[in-house]
């Protein structure tokens, strides 16, 4: 089975401070993985998705950017990070031909 | 553009009630649709999921859901809950074609009371 690990766990960043956030996937090769935000009573919000290394799609503009670098690596950035950026992000990962994704723990990102 | 719709945004039981999370989603071709869970400071895990075949899925820990495709629901139940089952869930839909793409309702917030 699939795991993921993201980190950090939890961030604290001022804004206008650049942000990068990891994620890793274990037990597959050629994941799609995304990245989601999620907001208290809002859901998830899919913010990137990606098919392969370099490949990104993004979902809605934003201050964000991703980067897959790697095939199980999947890094989400911003060079200056706004208040409204606050949230939890979420990875996850899939294989090409399942529907099921596995989700990491979370990083818990804070802008003051 | 596709929605999924979670009426219950709280909800709040007693334990051995029974349990009836309400999701419709908007869509008119063909979808695969999910129940993912969150249990207080865990990884949100897939519940149960439906593809095709029987509209009645079982999933984990007694839940089940059905699909009425007429009326785009794809609601989740539970005939007695536990204490356990305090989390939030989340139904999510893809339509196919989409890289796999999920669509996620707003969630709901279970809290049973022993």
């Known amino acids: 089975s699939q795991t993921i690990h993201q980190w950090p766990a939890t961030l604290v960043q001022p804004v206008g401070s650049p942000l990068s956030l990891e994620c890793t996937v274990e037990?597959?090769?050629?994941?799609?993985l995304y990245w989601y935000r999620q907001a208290a009573g809002r859901g998830l919000q899919l913010l990137f998705y990606?098919?392969?290394?370099?490949?990104i799609s993004s979902e809605v503009p934003q201050n964000l950017s991703a980067s897959r670098p790697q095939d199980r690596q999947f890094i989400l950035s911003s060079k200056k990070l706004l208040l409204s950026d606050s949230g939890f992000y979420l990875c996850a990962s899939t294989f090409r031909t399942s529907y099921e994704q596995y989700f990491g723990p979370g990083t818990r990102l804070t802008v003051t | 553009a596709q929605s999924v719709s979670q009426h219950n945004h709280h909800v709040i039981l007693s334990e051995a009630a029974s349990l009836e999370l309400g999701c419709n989603y908007s869509y008119g071709g063909t979808v695969n649709l999910f129940w993912y869970v969150q249990y207080p400071g865990q990884h949100l895990q897939l519940l149960l999921k439906?593809?095709?075949?029987?509209?009645l899925v079982k999933g984990i820990k007694g839940f089940e859901a059905e699909f009425i495709k007429s009326k785009f629901s794809f609601n989740l139940r539970k005939p007695s809950v536990q204490w356990s089952d305090t989390a939030e869930y989340f139904c999510?839909?893809?339509?196919?074609?989409?890289?796999?793409?999920?669509?996620f309702g707003a969630g709901t917030r279970l809290a049973v009371h022993p």
């Open positions: 439906y593809f095709s075949g029987d509209p």
């Open positions: 990606s098919v392969g290394i370099g490949q």
């Open positions: 037990g597959t090769s050629n994941p799609n």
């Open positions: 999510a839909v893809n339509a196919n074609g989409g890289y796999n793409k999920l669509i």
